[in-house]
């Protein structure tokens, strides 16, 4: 995960996923690949990539849909963070309790947990 300083753009000064907008012409699944080796030099194969579901967010007055997919990085072809300052942790119960957590990064986690993906 990543905390977005005060001095990020919005969403700034909370701890969220990565991820971004769809350019022109992208599909999401484009979009989700070219965002996480921008943010961090991941390779990405679309069969390794689970839907989760499409949400709206609270700082955007829920006007944006957001799609959240899950990934492992199984084939370890992170290169680093180049975006936000990165955080880890040991599951998924100690990034939960993170308080500055997005609400719809909470989601996620959740669903990742009642799906199997992590623990």
């Known amino acids: ?5 005060e001095s ?9 996923a990565f991820g971004g907008h769809l350019e022109a012409g992208e599909t999401r699944m484009q979009a989700m690949r070219r965002e996480l080796n921008e943010e961090l030099g991941a390779q990405i194969e679309a069969g390794d990539v689970v839907f ?5 967010e609270d700082f955007t007055n829920h006007t944006e849909l957001v ?3 899950f990934w492992h990085d199984k ?3 992170i ?3 180049y975006e936000g300052e990165p955080l880890f942790f040991k ?22 947990v009642a799906r199997g993906l992590i623990k």
């Open 91 to 112: 599951n998924a119960a100690e990034a939960l309790a993170e308080p500055k957590l997005m609400e719809y990064a909470k989601w996620a986690l959740e669903q990742c």
């Open 8 to 16: 990020f753009d919005s969403p700034h000064g909370c701890v969220n």
């Open 79 to 81: 290169t680093g963070c």
């Open 67 to 69: 799609h959240v997919y």
């Open 1 to 5: 995960m990543q905390y977005r300083p």
């Open 52 to 56: 989760i579901n499409a949400v709206t």
């Open 75 to 77: 084939d370890n072809t």
